[in-house]
């Protein structure tokens, strides 16, 4: 997938928490991986909904401010550390007294991508995070990823393979083409997964698995066929089955390095993969989580 040029590059959202931390060390790797600029953004509201209303103390908005600028510089240095020394990205900051949620939507308008993290610190100047990264995944102009605190216990698998979700509509198709770029850039085998039903069709009268398989089958290897010849040092490991689609993508989360879905599905029977799927991988995978959404 070609990148295009965009103001902001690849914007990450910070309040100064482990999670977010985090997002800055996945993003500005992503961000050196596609020779794109970085963008850390950190957002602060001086309005602290309370009943009754009660006013900010004097001198809350300096420190605002001087605990904004404090987050930022942590945040570069994170980037430029966790960056490999033969790779270099340009790193801009921006603070923004503004709400997070409408700021990091706005900036997504001229971003390659955002990447929150999935979790903040909740204090009244850091409250970037968490119920945040729902809303921007929900609104973005473009493709957002969710990155978790990481787990101390968890290896880091650099080896590990990209999954993906597909599931014929054309935010599936967004999610195969930044899935096998990811996969590309990274070096690594692609997981397509194709969960073929997110109801006990199984129990249907009549119903012939073996020939839904088959034509299933079929059809996953046609949409995959163009994005292989477009991507040829990409090994691609064709995964169908007839389970629930969340379950599929979670469970199988645990041996990849990173997890691409939809924003939405068509909604057809055999066709409910993303959508409140995707919603649910967001809360529950482990592993960062790309959400596409449409530029």
């Known amino acids: 997938m070609a990148t295009h040029v965009t103001r902001y590059g690849i914007v990450v959202g910070v309040d100064g928490s482990p999670a977010s931390n985090a997002a800055v060390c996945w ?17 602060y509201s001086t309005y602290v909904p309370t009943f009754p209303q009660i006013p900010l103390p004097a001198g809350v908005a300096l420190w605002q401010e001087d605990d904004g600028r404090r987050v930022l510089e942590q945040a570069v240095k994170i980037a430029e ?83 993906v979700g597909i ?20 070096g690594v085998d692609l997981e397509a997964l194709h969960a073929w039903s997110d109801t006990q069709a199984l129990e249907f009268p009549g119903f012939d698995w073996e020939v839904a398989q088959a034509e299933s089958e079929r059809s996953l290897s046609e949409r995959l066929a163009g994005w292989q010849e477009r991507y040829p040092d990409v090994t691609v490991h064709r995964i169908l089955s007839c389970d629930r689609p969340a379950h599929q993508l979670i469970r199988r989360s645990e041996t990849a390095q990173l997890v691409v879905v939809g924003s939405h599905g068509r909604g057809a029977i055999a066709r409910t993969l993303l959508g409140s799927v995707s919603n649910a991988v967001v809360h529950s995978v482990r592993m960062p989580v790309i959400v596409a959404r449409p530029s």
């Open 27 to 43: 993003a500005a790797r992503d961000a050196a991986m596609r020779n794109v600029p970085l963008t850390v953004v950190h957002a």
């Open 167 to 186: 599931d014929g509509s054309p935010a599936s198709e967004l999610a195969t083409a930044i899935a096998f770029d990811e996969a590309s850039r990274r």
């Open 81 to 163: 550390d966790a960056v490999a020394p033969d790779r270099t990205i340009t790193t801009t900051t921006e603070m923004r007294c503004s709400p997070p949620v409408p700021t990091l939507i706005d900036m997504s308008g001229e971003a390659e991508m955002v990447v929150v993290g999935s979790t903040g610190r909740g204090a009244v100047g850091r409250a970037l995070l968490g119920s945040v990264s729902s809303s921007v995944v929900r609104h973005a102009k473009c493709p957002v990823a969710v990155v978790r605190d990481e787990d101390p216990l968890m290896p880091h698998p650099r080896g590990a393979p990209v999954l």
